[in-house]
């Protein structure tokens, strides 16, 4: 197992021999090593003097550290600076990251169920211009009647494939409802119902 207190300590002097400044060489005397973990460095400055860890992130001093840490390690390493200096506040950091991914592969899923819901509804939007305009002698009621039934039919079809899930979603099914309501003069209430009808009729 490694000892990174003692790797640590043969560490500092070569890193103190390639820094300048005080604050750097305070963050160095005040830095405690908790733990060398997937490659991680794991090097903690105490809560009070939290200001002083900026001084280590900056990325030639981190570098610094990562090289010379590294050439005692025989491996290559990360160097994470973290606020306290025991094993718990390291702890900590990790629950902290593993929440920070959950979240961002949240947003990236619902990133792309956006994209997906878009470009679905869009596509229905599209083909219901495209219905429309290849309507023969749209002013008469019985073709408006019939591209109704068509619309839909078509929307009924696209909401059984692509589920109503998010906001994002519910305005571009809206935004179809409005289209087929524009284009028959219908109210999109009286449209919206028709749409639920045939979904459950299936």
Not at 68 to 84: F, M, Q, T
Not at 105 to 113: D, L, Y
Not at 118 to 124: E, M, P
Not at 138 to 162: C, G, H, Y
Request: aromatic fraction near 8%.
């Amino acid at each position: 197992m490694v000892d990174v207190a003692e790797v640590w300590s043969e560490a500092l002097p070569a890193i103190k021999d390639g820094v300048t400044g005080v604050g750097v060489w305070t963050a160095l005397n005040v830095s405690v090593a908790i733990k060398y973990e997937d490659g991680n460095f794991v090097v903690g400055v105490p809560y009070r003097d939290q200001e002083l860890a900026g001084h280590l992130r900056l990325p030639q001093t981190k570098r610094l550290i990562e090289q010379e840490v590294g050439i005692r390690l025989n491996a290559k390493v990360n160097l994470r600076v973290i606020e306290g200096t025991e094993a718990a506040d390291w702890e900590t950091e990790k629950r902290r990251d593993a929440e920070k991914r959950r979240l961002q592969e949240q947003a990236v899923a619902r990133a792309r169920a956006e994209v997906a819901a878009g470009t679905s509804w869009d596509s229905v939007y599209e083909q219901l211009s495209r219905k429309f305009a290849a309507t023969p002698n749209r002013s008469l009621p019985q073709n408006r009647a019939q591209f109704f039934m068509e619309a839909i039919d078509l929307v009924a079809e696209a909401l059984s494939k692509t589920p109503v899930a998010d906001d994002f979603a519910e305005r571009q099914y809206a935004r179809c409802l409005e289209r087929i309501s524009q284009y028959t003069e219908l109210p999109s209430t009286l449209v919206a119902v028709k749409v639920l009808e045939r979904t459950f009729q299936g």
